[in-house]
């Protein structure tokens, strides 16, 4: 019996990477484009589940017989919310939150098929230095941040701030990998 196609719902390169680590290629790449927005009291886990799954959903309707995978990751401060910076000075102010204190990254993890939608969220607690002002500037200025809930990447220089985690390294990336491996067996895929 012939495996099903997998599709990642997402352009990131990252979890391209992630992915390669555990042997699983995707047979095609097919991001979606969805309203990101939070909702009014949507808590941190519930918008990361809501915007995984969603993302899964949008591309299985349009991929018959195939296997959606799609994650979502959130930055938050207590009920804050640290999304994507949108320039250098908003990066600058979630660094300087972030210093010296403790954040929880939730990564959505979905699976969907035409039939169901399957989900989990990795909550990861994840304690940062304390970040002198030239450090955070020097950070912001290499770029690294773009494009990266709450504004760092903890596989690039920002790494360097982590001083403890606490949950799954690779979901602070962008895709927990254990719960990715039982998601796709649940829906019936597997790696060859």
Do not use: C
Request: proline share 7%; charged share 25%.
């Amino acid at each position: 019996m012939s495996r099903p196609e997998l599709v990642l719902a997402s352009a990131s390169p990252r979890r391209i990477e992630l992915l390669a680590l555990i042997g699983i290629t995707p047979d095609r790449i097919d991001p979606a484009d969805i309203d990101e927005t939070p909702g009014r009291d949507e808590t941190p886990s519930r918008l990361a589940a809501r915007l995984a799954r969603s993302k899964a959903e949008v591309v299985a309707a349009r991929s018959s017989g195939a296997v959606v995978l799609a994650a979502d990751t959130v930055v938050a401060v207590g009920r804050r919310l640290l999304e994507k910076p949108a320039d250098e000075a908003e990066a600058t102010n979630f660094l300087t939150l972030l210093s010296g204190r403790n954040h929880r990254v939730f990564t959505g993890v979905a699976v969907a098929t035409g039939e169901r939608t399957i989900h989990r969220v990795v909550d990861t607690r994840v304690s940062f230095k304390v970040l002198s002002p030239p450090e955070i500037a020097s950070y912001v200025a290499g770029g690294d941040w773009r494009g990266k809930a709450g504004g760092y990447g903890i596989q690039g220089p920002a790494g360097a701030f982590v001083t403890r985690i606490v949950g799954s390294y690779p979901a602070v990336m962008g895709l927990p990998l254990f719960e990715t491996v039982n998601l796709l067996a649940g829906a019936g895929w597997r790696r060859p």
